[in-house]
Structures are given as C-alpha cells and as structure tokens.
C-alpha cells in the first residue's frame, strides 16, 4: 500500500529531459516536515540515492547527476519532482521516491516506481 505516487517515466532519447513527479497526497504530514529523496535502481545494481532536499529546501546529489538532475517540492500540493536533463544511457533506472517526517524516522514512505528508459 504505498503512499507515494510516482509518474512521468518513459522512453526518451539520449540528452533529452523527463520530469518525474511523486504525489505525496496520501501521507498525513507536510512535506515541509520531510526530508525528500529520489532513489534509483538499474538492472542487476542495487538500489542508489540520487537526490535529496532537507526541510529547509537546501539540496544534494550524487556526483554523477550533479547539474543534469534537479529536485523540487510544492508542499501545497504534496508533489515532489525529479527534473532530469541531458539524460545518458547510464540514467536507465526504476525510479523511487521517498518521504521521512523529519522528527519521526519512523513515518517513512516510498512509491512503487517509474520506469525510465534512456535510448536511442
């Protein structure tokens, strides 16, 4: 029974841009409590954090997504985004969001996953 809702993967050619959307409407706090991430997980790797925004909106990203990948929130909507740019044949990944209440670590929800295929 997942919480999260993510959308918006698909086929898309090398170096072109999708923009992942998580609907955090199912969970009961606000995503100004949370610590938000976006995680991946390619064939037969396992699971890689990508992208994370703290309560107070500052970012951080794995190196090799560092100025392709942008995260973002609308609290007001419960909507969490993953703006990727310049996307390589590497990007190939199900991709995962998460949300943590930041005082309680135990209230943490994850999505079922979109998939994102980057190929000619």
């Known amino acids: 029974q997942a919480r999260l809702v993510e959308s918006g993967g698909g086929l898309v050619q090398p170096g072109g841009s999708l923009r992942l959307s998580c609907d955090a409407s199912g969970i009961s706090f606000s995503l100004s409590l949370s610590i938000i991430s976006w995680y991946r997980q390619a064939p037969g790797k396992q699971r890689e954090w990508v992208a994370k925004m703290a309560t107070d909106g500052k970012t951080n990203y794995v190196e090799s997504v560092k100025g392709r990948f942008t995260i973002s929130r609308d609290s007001a909507k419960k909507m969490v985004y993953l703006q990727m740019d310049s996307l390589q044949f590497e990007d190939t990944a199900v991709y995962y969001c998460?949300?943590?209440?930041?005082?309680?670590?135990?209230?943490?929800?994850w999505g079922q996953g979109t998939q994102v295929t980057v190929s000619p």
């Open positions: 998460n949300v943590v209440h930041r005082f309680e670590s135990r209230l943490s929800y």
